[in-house]
């Protein structure tokens, strides 16, 4: 959903400042309202509870919620993108000159994308080409209806995990591992 505002004019400091602002991206001047539903909030959330989780006592990278948005898009310096779930490295971090942007000014390591009922096919694939474009090494697409992830290495073939597959990310965080399916809700009991 686009929110009332005059089209294409919005910068990213005002999207900033505005209350609220933590579900809108910015691209190409307008603002662009994230689709959710409760199914996608809470895969998002295991996303990076499990990432968090595996972190503490960690000091290798930092996990971020979909409220920090990255604006580190060299061909296009006002787009504002949120991805569901983002790892970035601590020797990365360290190269920041301010420790708190507004927006991080760096692409993430890894980038979770969480599919919501109402996002269309080619919108979401156009995040993925603008988030490879920009240098994201990795993105992972979660469909919480079909229990899956796929992975897109950027200069690389994207590959499907089902619930079964177990999924490891060495160069961002060694060690962590997790079955596909833990991703994602449980199924509710059926009476």
Sequence with gaps: MTLAHAAGTTTPDELLRMPGSNT?????????EKNVSAESSETEG???????????GRSVAKAYPSSLGYRC???N?????????TVVRMDRLKELDDPDPGYMPIVPDLAVEVISPGDLVYTVDEKIRE???????????????ARTVTVYPRGGHPTIYTAEDELTVESVLPGFFCKVGDF??????TL
């Design 46 to 56: 295991i996303f990076y509870f499990r990432f968090q989780t595996f972190l503490l």
């Design 131 to 145: 988030y490879l474009d920009a240098g994201f090494p990795l993105v992972w697409v979660a469909d919480p209806k």
């Design 24 to 32: 809108m991206e910015l691209v190409d001047g307008e603002i662009v």
């Design 77 to 85: 310096p006002g787009k504002v993108r949120r991805p569901d779930a």
């Design 184 to 189: 994602f809700p449980g199924k509710a009991d």
């Design 73 to 75: 898009f060299p061909d």
